[in-house]
């Protein structure tokens, strides 16, 4: 299990910052949880621009997302999105995702992503750039 209290910016070689806006929020005047999807999807399109990725060969699809939620966010607030490669295999991968919020663990968040060529219709072996950011 993950001690949140440990996580670090630091320990993250790949971070995003975004700032969260106004339609953000929900009833409560807090950061929507579903908002968080939108967050890290955007940092993780930003990762995946350095691997090439295109929409017919070379893709990637969400296999599975789990999302823990730690603390609230309100709204102003600048986030910063740290990312790594947690996890290889085969065909898929896995990116772990944390964001902070004045240096407080918000939002922790594992996707699970196969490489996929449109194509073809298929599962491919997991880009060899995305092995090198494995051991960053």
């Known amino acids: 299990k ?6 670090r910016i630091r320990d993250f070689k790949f971070i995003n910052k975004i700032n969260t806006r106004f339609r953000d929020l929900d009833a409560f005047k807090h950061v929507n949880n579903a908002t968080f ?16 990725v295109n929409h017919t060969s070379r893709s990637l699809i969400v296999a599975s ?15 910063i999105i740290c990312q790594k490669i947690s996890r290889i295999g085969n ?3 896995d990116n772990f995702s944390v964001i902070f919020s004045k240096n407080r663990v918000v939002c ?9 060529n449109f194509a073809k219709k298929i599962t491919i072996p997991v ?5 090198n950011d494995f051991n960053k």
């Open 2 to 7: 993950i001690d949140y209290n440990e996580l």
């Open 37 to 52: 999807l939108t967050y890290l999807e955007d940092a993780r399109i930003v990762f995946f621009k350095r691997w090439n």
């Open 65 to 79: 997302i789990k999302i823990d939620y730690v603390n609230q966010v309100t709204h102003p607030s600048e986030l």
């Open 91 to 93: 065909k898929s991968f």
């Open 108 to 116: 922790v968040s594992t996707v699970t992503i196969v490489c996929y």
């Open 127 to 131: 880009y060899s750039e995305i092995k």
